[in-house]
């Protein structure tokens, strides 16, 4: 069974950092490409950042230099670094693989999601 575990979340001030971890079981890690999305009240799910099984990384503009993903093949978890975070920043985060049915780069579909398809998130809450 494919078990994606997030934890990490929590609340800080505008400027804090967190870091999310997103532990695997039930597949093969290393040969897997992972993700997180996040998804904020009244907002479509979105996709943050991925690392690809050989290491490249993609990130949305929003994100962009301020996060990095990164993954642990020893410990099949995947993390994302959350530094100088900002209110909109605030969301559930989830954490995803590109096993079916997720394409894993597309956040949304017809008319869903696959935020939460693998786990349950963690909320990240940044203060201003």
């Known amino acids: 069974e494919v078990q994606l575990v997030e934890s990490g979340g929590g609340s800080v001030q505008a400027g804090g950092s967190l870091r999310l971890s997103c532990t695997t079981s039930?597949?093969?890690?290393?040969?897997?490409?992972m993700g997180w999305y996040r998804q904020a009240p009244g907002n479509e799910c979105e996709l943050v950042s991925t690392i690809n099984s050989d290491g490249s990384t993609y990130y949305a503009d929003s994100v962009k230099g301020r996060f990095t993903i990164s993954q642990d093949n020893a410990k099949n978890t995947a993390y994302l670094q959350m530094n100088s975070l900002k209110p909109e920043d605030t969301a559930v985060y989830y954490c995803?693989?590109?096993?079916?049915?997720?394409?894993?780069?597309?956040?949304?579909?017809?008319?869903?999601?696959?935020?939460?398809?693998w786990g349950q998130g963690t909320q990240v809450t940044v203060s201003s």
């Open positions: 039930g597949f093969t890690f290393d040969d897997s490409d």
């Open positions: 995803a693989t590109d096993l079916p049915p997720v394409p894993l780069r597309d956040a949304t579909y017809g008319g869903g999601s696959w935020c939460g398809y």
